[in-house]
């Protein structure tokens, strides 16, 4: 089995940093693509930022310039560091990760549970 898990949300202000991470773990053969994505309430989920397994980062128009993914590969683990966050920011975030479990296996794509992050005075 393979477990996604996500940390680091939690209650920030306006202008504030956080810091997610989300290692994964189990049978692992080799990761793909990992990413961000997040909800929030009436909303639908959507495409944060994602990083292949070669380095090349995709964002969301809206977090440019204010968030970072990075990975450490080594750990099976994706990073998203948050910086000047506002308002709109405040959401569920999920961590996915496209990997191959057992050699011979299909790609699949796993999810976390999710953290929420929330930006308020």
């Known amino acids: 089995q393979v477990q996604l898990v996500e940390s680091g949300g939690g209650l920030v202000q306006p202008g504030g940093s956080l810091r997610l991470s989300c290692a994964a773990s189990?049978?692992?053969?080799?990761?793909?693509?990992m990413g961000w994505y997040r909800q929030a309430p009436g909303k639908q989920r959507e495409s944060v930022a994602r990083?292949?397994?070669?380095?090349?980062?995709n964002y969301a128009d809206s977090v440019k310039g204010r968030f970072t993914i990075s990975r450490d590969n080594a750990k099976n683990t994706v990073y998203l560091q948050m910086n000047s966050l506002k308002p709109e920011d405040t959401a569920v975030y999920y961590c996915?990760?496209?990997?191959?479990?057992?050699?011979?296996?299909?790609?699949?794509?796993?999810w976390g549970q999710g953290t929420q992050v929330t930006v308020s005075s």
């Open positions: 996915n990760a496209q990997l191959v479990s057992q050699l011979g296996d299909p790609r699949r794509l796993y």
């Open positions: 189990g049978s692992i053969f080799s990761i793909d693509t």
């Open positions: 990083m292949a397994s070669g380095g090349s980062t």
